[in-house]
């Protein structure tokens, strides 16, 4: 038995399973709490946060996908593992696009899940560099917590992909980072492809952090490579 003291939501109205995944957890030395549904798990959220949350697609209500919507809204960003039982592209495209980090597919093996949960854990808190909480880019301040651009008097909202892409990027500053590596890493997609989503996000936020968008000072394009973070010590 791990006590690594990390606490798990879940969100799940099957009550074998949620026998089945809290017992499971709390061997492992995780500590759990579990919400039958949407609306007791945005009350329990209101005083407490989960270092992660297992989250059913298919639950009485509101569904598990309009659940992991609104959390991103909310700028709640600890990870989420969706649970479904169609074994289908689309609903898992669907659940990655929404904010999940992974997804796991009913009937699953307790070896399995407990790796996916790890592997999450891990990337989460050493690749997004969730310790980076704030940063000072010239006279923008880029609070990473509330989710914030400040310079001068005004304030641009980020959303929880600005954020989790500002954070893999800082914990790899004035280093090159492919396309390819954030497709995989922030977004999750598991194969090459063409879309263009990491450009449209950098442009975006170019013009949140940057005194001028159109002459990138700190998020820089390295033609053929990537992109990089340029903080200067």
Not at 30 to 37: G, K, M, N
């Given at each position: 038995?791990?006590?690594?003291?990390?606490?798990?939501?879940?969100?799940e109205?099957?009550?074998?399973?949620?026998?089945?995944?809290?017992?499971?957890?709390?061997i492992?030395?995780?500590?759990?709490?579990?919400?039958?549904?949407?609306?007791?798990?945005?009350?329990i959220?209101?005083?407490?946060?989960?270092?992660?949350?297992?989250?059913?697609?298919?639950?009485?209500?509101?569904?598990?996908?309009?659940?992991c919507?609104?959390?991103?809204?909310?700028?709640?960003t600890?990870?989420?593992?969706?649970?479904?039982?169609?074994?289908?592209?689309?609903?898992?495209?669907?659940?990655?696009?929404?904010?999940?980090?992974d997804?796991?597919?009913?009937?699953?093996?307790?070896?399995?899940l407990?790796?996916?949960?790890?592997?999450?854990?891990?990337?989460?808190?050493?690749?997004?560099?969730?310790?980076?909480?704030?940063?000072?880019?010239?006279?923008?301040?880029?609070?990473?917590?509330?989710?914030?651009v400040?310079?001068?008097?005004?304030?641009?909202?980020?959303?929880?992909?600005?954020?989790?892409?500002?954070?893999?990027?800082?914990?790899?500053?004035?280093?090159?980072?492919?396309?390819?590596?954030?497709?995989?890493?922030v977004?999750?997609?598991?194969?090459?492809?063409?879309?263009?989503?990491?450009?449209?996000?950098?442009?975006?936020?170019?013009?949140?952090?940057?005194?001028?968008p159109e002459?990138p000072?700190?998020?820089?394009?390295?033609?053929?490579?990537g992109?990089?973070?340029?903080?200067?010590?």
């Open positions: 038995m791990s006590f690594n003291k990390q606490t798990i939501m879940i969100v109205d099957e009550p074998s399973l949620i026998f089945t995944l809290r017992d499971t957890l709390e492992e030395g995780y500590r759990t709490i579990v919400a039958e549904d949407a609306g007791k798990a945005l009350e959220l209101k005083t407490r946060t989960p270092d992660l949350m297992i989250l059913d697609v298919m639950l009485p209500g509101k569904s598990g996908f309009e659940l919507k609104e959390l991103r809204e909310m700028k709640l600890f990870p989420i593992l969706m649970l479904t039982a169609k074994d289908q592209e689309a609903d898992k495209v669907t659940g990655l696009n929404l904010g999940a980090d997804y796991i597919t009913k009937p699953f093996g307790v070896k399995e407990l790796a996916r949960i790890k592997a999450i854990l891990r990337r989460t808190e050493n690749q997004y560099g969730r310790h980076i909480s704030r940063l000072h880019l010239g006279d923008a301040i880029l609070d990473l917590d509330n989710a914030v400040r310079r001068n008097e005004s304030e641009n909202v980020l959303t929880t992909r600005e954020v989790e892409l500002l954070r893999y990027l800082a914990a790899r500053a004035n280093k090159p980072v492919s396309r390819k590596a954030l497709l995989q890493e977004w999750r997609y598991e194969h090459s492809t063409t879309t263009r989503t990491v450009d449209v996000h950098i442009s975006k936020l170019r013009f949140k952090m940057e005194p001028k002459e000072r700190y998020l820089v394009t390295l033609h053929g490579v992109y990089m973070l340029k903080i200067t010590p």
